[in-house]
């Protein structure tokens, strides 16, 4: 059973950084499409990231393109959230999603591969 372990959330203030980590355990690690996705109270889970067998391909939502980026250590089966010039709507709560059967295609373009999930780690930006 595949197990997904976020840390690295916080408090930061408005345009600070900070770099999520999920650590992957429970499948074959490096032949899977893995992904970020945030919900803040009250709106819908939104996809904001994903990564394809080591960055063969990446995804980025158009509200963080260019801010965060994804990245995966192979070595120490954990993907990374590094996310830049945070806003406060970046406040949420963000969850790690693995989807090892995944093509690329659906890596980039759907959320139904996603079919483990970890507990989630809260991020507040204040103004």
């Known amino acids: 059973q595949v197990q997904l372990v976020e840390s690295g959330g916080g408090s930061v203030q408005a345009g600070g950084s900070l770099r999520l980590s999920c650590v992957a355990s429970?499948?074959?690690?490096?032949?899977?499409?893995m992904g970020w996705f945030r919900q803040a109270p009250g709106k819908e889970r939104e996809r904001i990231a994903t990564?394809?067998?080591?960055?063969?391909?990446?995804y980025f939502a158009d509200s963080v393109k260019g801010r965060f980026t994804i990245s995966q250590d192979y070595a120490k089966n954990t993907v990374y959230l590094q996310m830049n010039s945070l806003k406060p709507e970046d406040t949420a709560m963000y969850y790690c999603?693995?989807?090892?059967?995944?093509?690329?295609?659906?890596?980039?373009?759907?959320?139904?591969?996603?079919?483990?999930w970890g507990q989630g780690t809260q991020v507040t930006v204040s103004s």
């Open positions: 999603a693995a989807a090892p059967s995944a093509s690329i295609w659906h890596c980039r373009a759907t959320d139904g591969a996603f079919d483990s």
């Open positions: 429970g499948y074959t690690y490096s032949s899977s499409c």
């Open positions: 990564i394809y067998r080591g960055g063969g391909s990446t």
